[in-house]
């Protein structure tokens, strides 16, 4: 198994640009999220989704867009990126999302937005 | 709304000093607790979890860590750390009413060889 996979693992965009940072797992797990990351603070929520054509919105989801169309795949969409987007991203997955599951994270994205 | 404090942002250890890594949360219902690892190069990972039973969780590694309820901590501990043990440490909290997790800002450690 590969685990949870993600691409590219950096990326650097303009200000403006828009792209989409892709998540995939091979775990059949229900639960996915997004979350990012930033010097001196915690991993906070982007979006999440509980199975394919449900997503919700998490702590911090101005400027990103997500789509579950099947149970592997879980990409984000950046509409139109800022340099308060720059950050490292993760993509994390669950067998399901009841609060005792462990989820499995990837590798992380790291963006830079000029 | 729901917080979780880690203490220290940096700690360094020489090899088979004890650790303790301090973890606070604030929220006044049940809670699900979790330290996860990132080793250097690598994916974040479980290292232990608590969400019912005995406060004295053990994980990997030699690790292990206690649910205390009544100063709503979850303190990480090792007796004796190595260099592998380098990595940063993340304490993350959900209520079980809700299946969002809430971290900390994580504590790095570096064991001196």
């Known amino acids: 198994n590969a685990g949870v996979t993600q691409t590219p693992k950096f990326q650097v965009l303009k200000t403006g640009q828009s792209m989409t940072l892709q998540c995939a797992q091979d775990m059949n797990h229900e639960y996915m999220s997004w979350y990012r990351q930033d010097p001196g603070m915690g991993l906070r929520l982007i979006h999440y989704s509980v199975g394919a054509g449900i997503t919700d919105q998490g702590e911090v989801p101005n400027g990103y867009n997500v789509s579950r169309s099947t149970t592997e795949d879980f990409p984000l969409r950046l509409l139109s990126a800022a340099p308060s987007q720059t950050s490292v991203y993760f993509c994390?997955?669950?067998?399901?999302?009841?609060?005792?599951?462990?989820?499995?994270f990837g590798p992380g994205t790291r963006l830079t937005v000029l | 709304a729901q917080s979780v404090s880690q203490h220290n942002h940096h700690v360094i250890l020489s090899e088979a000093a004890s650790l303790e890594l301090g973890c606070n949360y604030s929220y006044g219902g049940t809670v699900n607790l979790f330290w996860y690892v990132q080793y250097p190069g690598q994916h974040l990972q479980l290292l232990l979890k608590?969400?019912?039973?005995d406060p004295l969780v053990k994980g990997i590694k030699g690790f292990e860590a206690e649910f205390i309820k009544s100063k709503f901590s979850f303190n990480l501990r090792k007796p004796s750390v190595q260099w592998s043990d380098t990595a940063e440490y993340f304490c993350a909290v959900n209520a079980k009413s809700n299946y969002q997790l809430i971290w900390g800002a994580g504590t790095k450690l570096i064991i001196k060889p």
């Open positions: 994390a997955s669950s067998y399901s999302r009841f609060g005792t599951d462990t989820q499995y």
């Open positions: 608590y969400f019912s039973g």
